[in-house]
């Protein structure tokens, strides 16, 4: 089943591939990041950036459009030269706003922002770590 689903999406090329897996792995991972931001505590509106973040996740949750109404744009939400606005609004969010390989860049602001990962010490039943 797995292969055939696989087969059949291998022969869709690249503006169907694009349409269908990227913009949803896009959009899962773009509700997913700003949600660990929104809800970890680590939200301000008052940064044009996290602001950002926090319209594109609406805006991938929700069909993957953008729906911005008058009152949400009260303050500045940008990302590089990415600046939401009315003109955007019912146009797909992951086209118009970050694009596959601009996701990239979200991430790698994302990381910048809030500075380098914690270190991870992982159990591996392979190797003795000290308790």
């Known amino acids: 089943?797995?292969?055939?689903?696989?087969?059949?999406?291998?022969?869709?090329?690249?503006?169907?591939?694009?349409?269908?897996?990227?913009?949803?792995?896009?959009?899962?991972?773009?509700?997913?990041i700003a949600?660990?931001?929104?809800?970890?505590?680590?939200?301000s509106n008052d940064d044009p950036f996290l602001h950002f973040v926090n319209h594109y996740r609406n805006g991938c949750a929700h069909g993957n459009m953008w729906r911005i109404d008058p009152d949400r744009l009260s303050k500045p939400a940008k990302f590089m030269d990415i600046e939401p606005n009315y003109d955007l609004n019912g146009r797909r969010a992951t086209?118009?706003?970050?694009?596959?390989?601009?996701?990239?860049?979200l991430l790698q602001a994302l990381s910048d922002s809030f500075g380098p990962p914690a270190p991870?010490?992982?159990?591996?039943?392979?190797?003795?770590?000290?308790?």
């Open 35 to 43: 949600d660990l931001v929104v809800h970890g505590g680590h939200y």
């Open 120 to 131: 991870q010490y992982y159990r591996n039943t392979w190797k003795h770590y000290p308790a």
């Open 95 to 105: 086209e118009t706003a970050v694009p596959p390989l601009g996701m990239s860049s």
């Open 1 to 32: 089943m797995v292969e055939d689903v696989l087969a059949e999406v291998s022969s869709w090329g690249y503006q169907q591939m694009n349409r269908h897996v990227v913009d949803t792995a896009e959009t899962s991972a773009a509700v997913s």
